[in-house]
């Protein structure tokens, strides 16, 4: 593997990641903070060959930051190396994908959970809006049509779309599911799925299933520690990598950090 | 462990610290409040010898392991305590004082009251020896304050041993009266027997006459004896009564007269120990605060947290992307301002170029 062109993604500052569209709109800005840490852990993933083809993140519940995470994790590695990636959202129950590139807020299924400051609608997406994976699996879209294509060539989005609730656990365990992920393991080296909270749904334990490993995002200083037990009980089945601490802010000076170290 | 409770802790503290800071500040704001509203207090102390022995009062005091010898300072101890509980007692010294004139306000009189209940201690100190002293904000009133203590108590003691002394002349001095009356009826009715049955001219009186003269007599004789014995114990209840002043004065000997206090109790050094203890305890309170958040957040903080409760390992630590943008942006508004137009380097003149 080669390292690839991330000038292709024009930082916004040094070390920033910015996904924008083939036509150079700006989706997304990954500042070099995060890029810098998930680059370590898919260094240390990819170098200890403990990197499946696809992966999943999941988290024990909604909010904690997994479809920001899974597609930092996909851009930053499409960003260093040449090869194939796709960010696969299967998460019905609360689509986050196409509103994080729009830069709109997520429609969390846990409404109220985390207050969020009220936004002001923002503009039409600069993208053209995918009909997403569900379409596709009903046959009214092609997987051309469903992706999002980004600045980084090696690098495409495909949103969950709409699935009426009934369907969603048929769909989470069908064949069909099954075989297009197949499918897409064939056109792409690395495949991320944004997998919804457990607490939502025990249909995340089969959408993760659909996966080889799974990584598991926890907000820090937010989440019980029980509540993450219970979730990892629910997939022990699954190999789990690890486990991404999001949106970590520690107070502690650096210095008495070093003094006390955590290893 | 330790390694994962000290950095709960510090990230506890480092993430609410002016919260945490917040029980040292307002103890110290207190401290300092003490400080300076504290009033010097006076203390005024004297030592009394308590000389008698009262026997009956230190046996009747009963528990359940048996009996108990009360010492005479215990003993006056217990009575100067259980005094100062009644009104009378503490108003009968404070009109001793300087204070009598604010006795007259009820609700000043009930402070005054208190106060005095409150500062005062009785303490014995040995077999005989009985300690009292007393605080007031007042050097002099503390002075005085002390001094009508012991002085209403002797007062009170006096009281008492006259009280029995005046109940006994009272009732002897009631008997002496009737006694008399009836001794000179006994006289009087001899006199008209021996007026009525002259003597005989010859030879002796009859027998019957002769028996009920010595009737008569007897009975003179008998209540003479009564009346006598009355005056007898009247006057030593009298003498009793006269001398049972210098009998208190002598069984209550002042060893240590109170002095007036010339310094306040509370020194600056004890004012400064008791300002630290508050700052002390507002730091207990902020620990306890800091190590009981830390124990009772069950959320994940640091990645020993993950390592230890999870046993996985910890892939990525994520900033907050979004906060991370919104600083940048304002870091990167900041530069615009403080960016100077450039000029063309056409434009600039000799004197412009900076010098080497």
């Given at each position: 593997m080669t390292l690839a062109a991330t000038e292709i993604a024009a930082p916004v500052e040094q070390g920033d990641l910015t996904l924008r569209t083939p036509e150079g709109k700006a989706l997304l800005c990954i500042p070099a903070e995060v890029t810098t840490n998930l680059r370590r852990m898919l260094t240390g993933l990819m170098y200890q060959s403990t990197l499946p083809r696809s992966v999943s993140c999941i988290a024990a519940l909604s909010g904690e930051g997994v479809t920001y995470n899974t597609l930092a994790i996909a851009a930053t590695l499409a960003g260093d190396v040449n090869a194939r990636v796709c960010v696969v959202e299967l998460n019905w129950w609360s689509p986050g994908l196409q509103a994080l590139l729009a830069g709109q807020p997520a429609q969390s299924a846990a409404k109220g959970r985390r207050k969020r400051a009220p936004v002001e609608p923002a503009g039409p997406p600069p993208f053209p809006p995918s009909p997403g994976l569900a379409a596709l699996l009903r046959g009214e879209a092609t997987l051309e049509a469903a992706l999002i294509k980004t600045s980084l060539p090696n690098l495409d989005l495909l949103p969950a779309g709409m699935v009426p609730l009934h369907q969603r656990a048929v769909l989470a365990r069908s064949e069909q599911l099954k075989s297009f992920l197949a499918t897409l393991h064939e056109q792409y080296d690395y495949l991320f799925l944004d997998i919804p909270a457990l607490a939502i749904t025990s249909d995340a334990i089969a959408l993760a299933s659909q996966s080889e490993a799974t990584c598991v995002v926890v907000r820090q200083g937010v989440t019980q520690t029980n509540t993450v037990k219970e979730a990892l009980d629910a997939i022990k089945h699954l190999p789990v990598l690890g486990v991404i601490l999001n949106r970590v802010q520690l107070q502690t000076p650096r210095w008495i950090l070093n003094l006390l170290p955590q290893e | 462990m330790v390694r994962l409770v000290v950095?709960?802790?510090?990230?506890?503290?480092?993430?609410?610290?002016?919260?945490?800071?917040?029980?040292?500040?307002?103890?110290?704001?207190?401290?300092?409040?003490?400080?300076?509203?504290?009033?010097?207090?006076?203390?005024?102390?004297?030592?009394?010898?308590?000389?008698?022995?009262?026997?009956?009062?230190?046996?009747?005091?009963?528990?359940?392991?048996?009996?108990?010898?009360?010492?005479?300072?215990?003993?006056?101890?217990?009575?100067?305590?259980?005094?100062?509980?009644?009104?009378?007692?503490?108003?009968?010294?404070?009109?001793?004082?300087?204070?009598?004139?604010?006795?007259?306000?009820?609700?000043?009189?009930?402070?005054?009251?208190?106060?005095?209940?409150?500062?005062?201690?009785?303490?014995?100190?040995?077999?005989?020896?009985?300690?009292?002293?007393?605080?007031?904000?007042?050097?002099?009133?503390?002075?005085?304050?002390?001094?009508?203590?012991?002085?209403?108590?002797?007062?009170?003691?006096?009281?008492?041993?006259?009280?029995?002394?005046?109940?006994?002349?009272?009732?002897?001095?009631?008997?002496?009266?009737?006694?008399?009356?009836?001794?000179?009826?006994?006289?009087?009715?001899?006199?008209?027997?021996?007026?009525?049955?002259?003597?005989?001219?010859?030879?002796?009186?009859?027998?019957?006459?002769?028996?009920?003269?010595?009737?008569?007599?007897?009975?003179?004789?008998?209540?003479?004896?009564?009346?006598?014995?009355?005056?007898?114990?009247?006057?030593?209840?009298?003498?009793?009564?006269?001398?049972?002043?210098?009998?208190?004065?002598?069984?209550?000997?002042?060893?240590?007269?109170?002095?007036?206090?010339?310094?306040?109790?509370?020194?600056?050094?004890?004012?400064?120990?008791?300002?630290?203890?508050?700052?002390?305890?507002?730091?207990?309170?902020?620990?306890?605060?800091?190590?009981?958040?830390?124990?009772?957040?069950?959320?994940?903080?640091?990645?020993?947290?993950?390592?230890?409760?999870?046993?996985?390992?910890?892939?990525?630590?994520?900033?907050?992307?979004?906060?991370?943008?919104?600083?940048?942006?304002?870091?990167?508004?900041?530069?615009?301002?403080?960016?100077?137009?450039?000029?063309?380097?056409?434009?600039?003149?000799?004197?412009?170029?900076?010098?080497?």
């Open positions: - | 950095l709960r802790v510090l990230e506890n503290y480092f993430r609410h610290r002016w919260l945490y800071l917040l029980p040292i500040v307002l103890m110290s704001a207190v401290a300092g409040a003490y400080l300076y509203l504290a009033t010097p207090l006076y203390l005024s102390d004297g030592t009394v010898y308590v000389r008698k022995e009262s026997l009956l009062a230190s046996l009747n005091q009963v528990r359940d392991d048996g009996f108990v010898w009360n010492t005479a300072a215990a003993v006056a101890v217990t009575d100067l305590q259980e005094l100062v509980r009644t009104e009378a007692f503490v108003r009968a010294v404070i009109d001793e004082t300087d204070l009598k004139a604010e006795m007259a306000d009820p609700v000043r009189a009930t402070a005054l009251i208190d106060v005095y209940r409150k500062q005062l201690t009785v303490t014995a100190i040995g077999e005989n020896l009985m300690g009292f002293e007393i605080t007031f904000s007042r050097p002099e009133i503390a002075h005085q304050l002390a001094d009508a203590t012991i002085k209403v108590y002797k007062t009170w003691k006096l009281n008492v041993d006259q009280q029995e002394s005046t109940v006994a002349q009272a009732f002897f001095t009631d008997l002496i009266s009737p006694l008399r009356q009836e001794l000179d009826k006994a006289r009087a009715d001899l006199d008209t027997y021996l007026q009525v049955n002259l003597d005989p001219v010859r030879g002796e009186r009859p027998l019957a006459e002769q028996l009920q003269i010595q009737r008569y007599q007897e009975v003179i004789t008998s209540v003479n004896v009564r009346l006598q014995s009355a005056i007898e114990k009247e006057e030593s209840a009298r003498l009793a009564m006269s001398q049972a002043e210098s009998d208190v004065d002598q069984t209550y000997l002042i060893i240590d007269a109170p002095k007036l206090p010339t310094e306040p109790e509370t020194s600056l050094r004890q004012m400064a120990i008791t300002a630290v203890i508050f700052v002390v305890v507002g730091t207990i309170l902020s620990a306890v605060a800091v190590v009981g958040g830390a124990l009772l957040d069950r959320s994940l903080r640091m990645p020993i947290d993950v390592r230890h409760e999870l046993q996985l390992p910890v892939l990525a630590l994520v900033a907050d992307g979004e906060k991370l943008q919104k600083e940048k942006n304002k870091r990167r508004g900041k530069q615009k301002q403080a960016v100077v137009p450039e000029q063309p380097l056409a434009d600039l003149k000799l004197e412009d170029k900076p010098a080497q």
